[in-house]
């Protein structure tokens, strides 16, 4: 069974850090193109970022507003990905989902339950 | 970016009867593989997204017969034949031909 567990979400104040992470299982995580989404309260889904495996060159591709803040890796060995989050905003809270795709064309085909981030003063 | 436009924004449905939700992309979806990178998912009260339909029409495992996905280039539509009250939820397109990656800003469906 494939099972995505984000952990790491908290309260932080502008400008802080954190790094999520999301414990992957049931699936070959090493060849698997991950992806982190986030839902902003009162707006909809928002996609973050994706990195590619290690056979594809661990490409990283980032949304515009969080280019250069934060950095999504991996560790294949821990089938685990991350997410640095530098220098955070108070428009940067809300919900981060990892998920698995499942396909070359950007089938999100497996999501996990979500992390709260919340930026505050 | 692209933009991702859906309408309506919400939806109220009486349970057997249909369901029609637009996405119109600002760019085409088109790619050159002759694949069409637009996908349906739904995100039901307290739990994650979950994948609909991809490339336009194909059902991804699980999902019932009711829900369709037609389109082409810019313009797409979910339907659904006969609304379930378990369909409650909040429908999203998504592109993936364009990064970065967009999705429409949901539709709310509610039940009568």
């Known amino acids: 069974e494939v099972q995505l567990v984000e952990s790491g979400g908290g309260l932080v104040k502008p400008g802080g850090s954190l790094r999520l992470s999301c414990a992957a299982s049931?699936?070959?995580?090493?060849?698997?193109?991950m992806n982190w989404v986030r839902q902003v309260p009162g707006k909809g889904l928002e996609w973050v970022g994706r990195i590619k495996s290690k056979l594809s060159g661990e490409t990283r591709d980032y949304a515009a507003p969080v280019t250069g803040r934060f950095t999504i890796s991996r560790d294949d060995s821990k089938s685990t990905l991350y997410l640095q989050m530098n220098s955070l905003e108070i428009d940067d809270t809300g919900v981060y989902f990892c998920a698995w795709q499942t396909d070359f064309g950007g089938r999100l085909g497996f999501w996990g339950q979500g992390t709260q981030v919340s930026v505050s003063s | 970016d692209v933009v991702m436009t859906q309408t309506p924004l919400s939806l109220s449905v009486t349970p057997g009867q249909p369901a029609s939700i637009s996405c119109k992309s600002s760019?085409?979806?088109?790619?050159?593989?002759?694949?069409?990178?637009l996908y349906w998912y739904v995100q039901k009260s307290g739990q994650s997204p979950h994948l609909l339909i991809y490339e336009v029409s194909s059902r991804s495992s699980g999902v019932p017969e009711r829900f369709s996905g037609s389109g082409s280039g810019t313009d797409f539509t979910l339907k659904i034949s006969r609304v379930e009250a378990e369909d409650v939820g909040v429908y999203y397109c998504m592109q993936t031909i364009h990064l970065p990656w967009t999705f429409g800003q949901g539709t709310k469906v509610e039940i009568k």
């Open positions: 760019q085409s979806l088109l790619y050159s593989d002759g694949k069409t990178y």
């Open positions: 049931g699936f070959s995580f090493n060849a698997a193109w």
